[in-house]
């Protein structure tokens, strides 16, 4: 079977998944990106070829060379998880036999009368669409057949947090004895990223032994917020780190206050780091952790259940040491990538036969 992979920068599951399948006897793996050849991040036995830079949904040159691609390799399915590399795979698949794979990771809405869709992921030419949470595959079940959607949710290895476990690092002025928190993401002109409920916690939690790390992209409002409230002196802001696990390796507890949010990798890296989590029981985000076992969920949008929730684990060392081992062994026993690439090879071969 051969498979071609159409994107811009695949992250590192689904290069992982396409090494393992890489290794199996009945797949040939293709990667078409836009990189030089010596840049393209090749695992396994995956052959990398070239691909004009993807500027939007309908590329001539990229269309052109994808035909040439499906026409030389025999392709049968291609998968393109990005929108733009799915409508220009769709044109360029006109009249072949390949079968195209969609993925879909976010919960933006569909607009059933917006043309735009239809040279996507609402295509009756889209034979299937991976979707990365069940709630995904709810809402895409409006539009599309049932039987045209499998929900596959991203793995995780620990092997990818080695580099941050032997550099760990912590921001500064934060005493050795305190209940370290920390918050990873881009909220800058993303209120629904919930940053902002999450600095009304911390000052109703008033609690002089539990510091705050934030590391991301930020917005100025919520940086005041922080700095003009009684507890400023325990509220990091570091900004935009390409070493941010660093920072997750050294705290305690990292909480994810998001109003919508489909499946964040930072949770999964967070357990990962044996580091409890404390999420908003929202699509998706809601499904990385075991509530009461590995974390705790909380209501998106409610400063008062989130610092109610940090509190009872700060006052309940053997409950968060006992999270902390649960969430290790829930990203080693459910996010395998084995288990991930195994799936994927079950269903291309299913779309294949049909």
Not at 33 to 62: A, E, H, M, R
């Amino acid at each position: 079977m051969n498979i071609l992979l159409v994107y811009k920068e695949a992250d590192i599951a689904t290069y992982k998944m396409l090494e393992g399948l890489s290794k199996l006897e009945d797949f040939n793996i293709y990667i078409a990106s836009p990189q030089s050849y010596t840049d393209k991040k090749i695992y396994g036995n995956c052959t990398p070829l070239d691909l004009p830079v993807i500027t939007s949904k309908f590329n001539w040159n990229v269309i052109r060379a994808l035909r040439e691609i499906i026409k030389t390799y025999r392709i049968d399915l291609i998968y393109s998880p990005s929108s733009s590399g799915l409508s220009n795979a769709l044109f360029a698949s006109i009249g072949t036999r390949a079968k195209n794979i969609a993925y879909r990771g976010t919960q933006a809405k569909l607009k059933r009368f917006d043309p735009t869709y239809y040279l996507g992921i609402l295509n009756p030419a889209v034979e299937h669409v991976v979707c990365e949470t069940k709630d995904i595959e709810e809402y895409l079940s409006r539009f599309i057949a049932r039987k045209r959607l499998t929900t596959s949710t991203k793995p995780f290895d620990i092997d990818w947090i080695k580099e941050a476990v032997r550099t760990p690092k912590q921001a500064d002025d934060i005493p050795d004895d305190a209940f370290r928190c920390i918050y990873i993401g881009a909220t800058k002109n993303r209120p629904f990223k919930g940053l902002t409920d999450l600095i009304h916690a911390f000052i109703l939690l008033d609690d002089p032994r539990v510091h705050l790390t934030i590391v991301g992209e930020y917005g100025e409002n919520d940086f005041q917020l922080a700095q003009q409230s009684k507890v400023s002196a325990q509220i990091h802001f570091l900004g935009q780190r390409s070493d941010a696990i660093s920072f997750l390796v050294t705290s305690q507890l990292f909480i994810l206050p998001s109003h919508r949010d489909a499946s964040p990798r930072v949770v999964r890296e967070a357990m990962a780091c044996s580091v409890p989590c404390i999420v908003t029981d929202i699509p998706g985000a809601r499904d990385l952790i075991i509530d009461g076992v590995t974390g705790l969920l909380v209501p998106p949008s409610s400063p008062q259940k989130m610092a109610a929730s940090i509190r009872s684990l700060i006052d309940n060392p053997e409950r968060l040491e006992a999270f902390a081992k649960a969430s290790r062994e829930h990203i080693i026993q459910d996010f395998s990538v084995k288990a991930y690439t195994d799936g994927f090879a079950t269903l291309f071969k299913s779309i294949k036969k049909a």
